[in-house]
C-alpha cells in the first residue's frame, strides 16, 4: 500500500469515528469533544496494527516522532497561538465589539495548579490529534509537495470536526453554521501550516501538539474574560477560535513560512519526490 493511500484509509477511519462519536453523543455527553480528540490516536492504532504490517517494525513507530521532544519549537508553537489569539481579542476589547472582565480566583496557588492541570489535560488531548494529522497522515502526504500536504491535511482535519459542529451542540454551536463552517475550515487550513511548519523543522509531533494547546486554552481564557457587547453571534464571527481576525492573523503567520522559511521548511522535512515514508522507515 502506498503513503498516499494509507493516509486516505487513515482518514476514511477517523472521519468514520468522528462520525460515531457524534451520532452517540447521548452517550458522551459533556466529553463528547474530549472522546472526539482521541480517534486519530485510535486509527493510527488501526492502521498500525490491523490494517498494514507497519505495527512490526520499530522504525515506524519512531516515525511518529513521539519520542523527540523538539525543544527548538516549542518558544514558536507557545507565541504564535498566544499572539495571534491576544491580539485578536484586544481588537475586540479596543473597538468596543466586547468587553474585558476580571477573572475571578479562589488564591493565587488554586489557580496556578488548576492551571498546569487544565495544560496537562490539554495537552493529553491535543495529542490525541496531532499523532494521527501531524505524526501520521502528514508525512505521509509529502509527494504532494510539502506545503500543499501541510494545507491538505488542515483542511481535512476541520472536515473531521463537521460531524461534532452540526448534529451536536457542543462545539461552535453559536451563530449560524453558513457562515461558521467556511470561517471555521479556512481557520484549519491555514493552521496547517503552522502545525506542518513545527512538525518539520522540530523533528518532533510535540510541539505541534503544544500550539494547539496553547490555542484552546488561550480561546476558552480569552473568552472567559470577555462579553459581548452586541451579540454573541457576532463575537463568534469576528473572534473567537475561528473568526475573521485569527484567520488574518494565521494568515499572516502562513505568509510568512511560504516566503521566509519556505526553503528551510523543505530541507527539515526530507522530502524526496516520489519516494515513500514507508521505504524510508523500512531502511
Known amino acids: 500500500m502506498s503513503d498516499t493511500a494509507k493516509a486516505a484509509l487513515f482518514y476514511v477511519i477517523a472521519l468514520s469515528l468522528a462520525g460515531t462519536i457524534a451520532a452517540t453523543t447521548s452517550t458522551w455527553g459533556a466529553s463528547t469533544l474530549h472522546v472526539l480528540m482521541l480517534t486519530p490516536a485510535a486509527a493510527v492504532l488501526v492502521m498500525m496494527l490491523l490494517v498494514t504490517d507497519d505495527g512490526r517494525y520499530r522504525a515506524a513507530w519512531t516515525s511518529l516522532d513521539l519520542h523527540k521532544a523538539g525543544l527548538n519549537g516549542w518558544p514558536f508553537a507557545i507565541m504564535v497561538p498566544t499572539l495571534v489569539l491576544g491580539g485578536t481579542y484586544a481588537v475586540t476589547w479596543v473597538s468596543g465589539l466586547a468587553e474585558i472582565h476580571a477573572p475571578v480566583t479562589n488564591g493565587l496557588l488554586k489557580f496556578v495548579l488548576v492551571a498546569l492541570l487544565g495544560l496537562a489535560f490539554s495537552t493529553f488531548f491535543a495529542m490525541g490529534e496531532e499523532i494521527g494529522w501531524r505524526g501520521y497522515m502528514l508525512p505521509r502526504l509529502k ?14 482535519q476541520g472536515v473531521w470536526h463537521l460531524p461534532i459542529m452540526l448534529a451536536t451542540p457542543w462545539y461552535h454551536s453559536s451563530g449560524s453554521k453558513f457562515i ?23 523533528g518532533s509531533v ?34 473567537g477560535e475561528s473568526g475573521i481576525l485569527p484567520i488574518l492573523g494565521l494568515s499572516v503567520v502562513a505568509a510568512w513560512i511560504w516566503i521566509a522559511r519556505r526553503t528551510a521548511v523543505i530541507s527539515a522535512s526530507g522530502y524526496t519526490s516520489g519516494e515513500s515514508t514507508s521505504a524510508k522507515s523500512r531502511r
Open 206 to 239: 510535540w510541539p505541534c501538539a503544544i500550539a494547539h494547546t496553547v490555542y484552546n486554552i488561550a480561546w476558552d481564557t480569552l473568552t472567559g474574560l470577555t462579553a459581548a457587547s452586541s451579540s454573541p453571534e457576532t463575537l463568534e464571527y469576528v473572534a
Open 180 to 202: 461558521v463552517v467556511p470561517l471555521f475550515l479556512v481557520t484549519l487550513t491555514l493552521a496547517g501550516v503552522l502545525f506542518g511548519y513545527l512538525r518539520f523543522t522540530s
Open 143 to 156: 509527494t504532494l509537495g510539502v506545503f500543499r500536504a501541510m494545507l491538505v491535511v488542515g483542511f481535512l
